[in-house]
């Protein structure tokens, strides 16, 4: 099993009588990439800074393989690459400048460098000055300056919002990589899709407070509701209609030949189709419909299906 590398519990950081973050306990393994998703303004980045050291919580620890962040900052601080929300660098220095510069705090080698560089395909855009980066360079800068020093823990703040789709692909790849490699990696994003491409395990955050915990897959077992199962006939009777419904079909709509509709449990919706056969439907096809991420995202937050 692989081991855990960051532990939070019990989380809780206020801004006077404000809580950004509520009683928030998640752990984060080795090999593992971690997703907090959720709107912005949710907490998600209060986390981050939390954990690397840049924000004291009210309440609560955070420990990088055994390391408390509170406690002691600057150890724990050496095992985490963390890349904010807004990266930025001396307009007036180079890519590579940055890197060494970064290179020398961290104690990493000329090698490393050159192997962050390559691995965020920084390219011939390592030796212009950064004022002259896209926003998307600018991110893959800040994610080869994290990767210095090999941290075995790597903090990422929506890291592909300002990168191009080769930069997207690119960052996958390397992510992918890193995960091999046995880092712990956690990401926070508020896009789903972001989130099911990257994520091994997802939180789900939203005021604070978090929602819930798992794969992304399991976040859609418990919005079920937001699926929608279709049956297709090779004859339809309008009396189909009514005994979907009997049986626990929700939301019926009768498409040409065939009923699309949704179910409160898996249970209910095998109730349905084999209502149907009983009833002389001749079923040529059944399967389901996968919603859009942000419609099970948007059941998720408002707590529906959620235990």
Known sequence: ????????????????????VDGVSFGVSEGEVFALLGPNGSGKTTILRTMVGLLTPDSGTILV?????????VEARALIGYVPQRPSFPEN??????????????????REVEEAAQRMGLGE???????????????????AVALLGRPEVLVLDEPTVNLDPEGVVQFREALRAMKEEGKAILVATHLLAEAEALADRV?????????????????????????????????????????AKENGALEVVHEDSKLVFSTASIEDRLR????????GARIERFGTL?????????????GEKVQ
């Open 65 to 73: 393989k055994g390391v408390d962040v509170r406690r002691k900052p």
């Open 125 to 143: 855009a390592i030796d212009r000055p950064t004022g002259e980066y896209s926003g998307g360079m600018v991110q893959r800068l800040a994610v």
């Open 203 to 243: 939180a789900i955050i939203d005021k604070g407070h978090l929602l819930f915990v798992g794969p992304m897959e399991e976040i859609k077992e418990r919005v079920l509701r937001a699926f929608r199962c279709y049956v297709s006939f090779g004859e339809f009777r309008d009396d189909f209609l009514k005994v």
């Open 1 to 20: 099993m692989a081991e855990e590398v960051v532990k939070v519990e019990g989380l809780v950081k206020r801004y006077g009588d404000f809580v950004a």
């Open 290 to 302: 996968e919603p859009p991420l942000e419609e099970v995202y948007m059941q998720v937050l408002k």
């Open 272 to 279: 349905v189709i084999n209502a149907l056969a009983k009833a």
């Open 93 to 110: 220095l180079t890519g590579a400048e940055v890197l060494r510069f970064y290179a020398n705090l961290r104690g990493a080698d000329t």
